[in-house]
Each structure stands twice: as structure tokens, then as C-alpha cells.
């Protein structure tokens, strides 16, 4: 299994989009989890194995959902923009863990 990230896809929008009420959407990355349970033969949990699980701010989804909404984008337009969203904060949260892991193994290893 690799790695490649690929785009979000548009169903957390429309979830969102669709909802009476703003959800809380908490934002959360782990790394490392591929060394404790490989997606390759043997399949059996490794022991001592460093995993970084970051949780990040809610994130307030309401202004940007009264401007997707506001601006009279199609169905199309307003997921294609909450989905990219949500994306970069993810993937802002990923930069973070990755430098939390990356500190948690060379403690590991010192």
C-alpha cells in the first residue's frame, strides 16, 4: 500500500453542506500506524512501535458555509470548496504531526 494522497473526497461536504445544524468537524492525523499493523503478510500487531495520534482544534465551519452560500455557488461549486477546506486543514494538521513524530522517534532513538 502507498502513501500518495489523493483528494478528499465530496461526501463529508455534502454531509455538512446538508445538515440542519453546523456539525463540529475535529480534525484528526495519525502516523505510524503502518508499523504496527503492516497491510502486508504477516498479519499480527508489532509491540514497542512509535504511533502519533494528533487531534486538532474544531474547526468553525459556520463562515464559511454562510459565504459558500451566500455567493450562490451551484451544489457542485459549494462541495468542491467546503471538501477543499477541510482538506487543507487537514493537511496542515499532517505537517504538524509529522514534525511531532518525527521528534517522538529521535527521542526514542537518543
Not at 483528494?7 to 505510524?32: C, D, N, Q, Y
Not at 468553525?60 to 486543514?89: C, H, V
Request: proline share 8%; aromatic share 8%.
Amino acid at each position: 500500500m502507498d502513501q500518495t494522497y489523493l483528494r478528499f473526497k465530496w461526501g463529508i461536504a455534502r454531509m455538512i453542506l446538508e445538515s440542519p445544524v453546523t456539525p463540529m468537524v475535529i480534525p484528526m492525523w495519525h502516523i505510524g500506524m503502518e508499523t504496527v499493523l503492516p497491510n502486508q503478510p504477516p498479519y499480527y500487531f508489532r509491540c514497542g512501535k512509535t504511533v502519533t495520534f494528533n487531534v486538532g482544534p474544531p474547526l468553525d465551519l459556520g463562515p464559511a458555509l454562510e459565504s459558500i452560500r451566500a455567493s450562490g455557488a451551484s451544489d457542485e461549486e459549494a462541495r468542491s470548496a467546503l471538501t477543499r477546506l477541510i482538506q487543507d486543514k487537514l493537511y496542515e494538521l499532517k505537517r504538524e504531526t509529522q514534525e511531532l513524530h518525527q521528534e517522538h522517534v529521535k527521542c526514542k532513538t537518543s
